[in-house]
């Protein structure tokens, strides 16, 4: 089901044939960005609550209407080069080993290079460097401070976000408890600005769900297959 449409500004033949084209590979990734979130309990609407999270950080700092709809593009399949990950890698339950983090780490990559068709060049900056730090010490570049992309450093804060209060492993966060976390670790993990916008907005984002009450999606979506995962991407789990 497509549940929503991507931006667009043009009203001219010609461009809206092509952002028709444009619409049609988007809504392609994001339907199988859908399916990657649908692999695990935790992650059973990662991506849409990650884009909710990006925008209301990138409205309260001031972008444009049209800046956050592409921020919200992007958000919405920033994790889709985890179709590339296996499913005993992305669902496992204790700490990692260097190939298993090697193999996870590879999904900004690869995922900026599922949606480079779909997206602008900008919008698959922002998907490849989702996972950069502030202080230089993320992936897949180790770039630092003002060097990743404005988008890139709003899509880290709200997927760690996520991450804290809807799928953390340990049990997740309160909202209260994610924002002290978020706090802690402004100027190192996370963009102090960005931590400064978590700060107004915070009280509006989605409330975390009890586990019990996504659970039973994961029996309806079952693994991403490998013809479709070949289909669409060229790449089968587990396989670089």
């Known amino acids: ?11 001219e033949p010609a461009g809206c044939a092509g952002e028709l084209l444009r ?8 339907r199988l ?6 692999r695990c309990p935790e992650t059973v609407g990662h991506s849409r609550r990650t884009a909710e999270t990006a925008v209301a950080l990138a409205g309260r700092m001031g972008w444009s209407g049209s800046a956050c709809a592409r921020l919200r593009e ?10 590339a990950v296996t499913e005993e890698t992305l669902n496992a339950r204790g700490p990692l080993g260097e190939r298993e983090r090697a193999e996870l ?3 900004a ?6 949606v480079e068709g779909a997206l602008t060049s900008q919008q698959t900056s922002w998907v490849r460097h989702h996972h950069e730090r502030h202080d230089g010490a993320g ?7 003002a060097d990743i992309p404005d988008g890139a450093r709003l899509l880290s804060l709200a997927d760690a976000w996520d991450a804290m209060t809807h799928r953390r492993r340990s049990g997740p966060l309160d909202m209260v408890q994610a924002l002290e976390e978020c706090r802690a670790n402004a100027g ?3 963009a102090p600005e960005a931590v400064e916008a978590l700060e107004d907005v915070w009280h509006s984002l989605p409330v975390p769900r009890p586990a019990a009450d996504i659970a039973p999606l994961r029996a309806i979506a079952g693994p991403v297959g490998s013809v479709e995962l070949a289909t669409v991407t060229g790449v089968r789990p587990g396989r670089f």
């Open 109 to 114: 990559e690869i995922g900026a290079s599922i």
């Open 1 to 11: 089901m497509i549940d929503w449409f991507p931006f667009t500004t043009t009203t």
């Open 105 to 107: 780490r590879a999904h």
């Open 23 to 30: 619409w049609g590979a988007f809504a392609e990734v994001a």
């Open 139 to 145: 992936y897949p570049w180790g770039l630092s401070g």
């Open 188 to 190: 190192t993990q996370f």
């Open 74 to 83: 992007a958000a919405l399949v920033h994790d889709v080069g985890k179709v």
């Open 33 to 38: 960005a859908r399916s990657v979130d649908l």
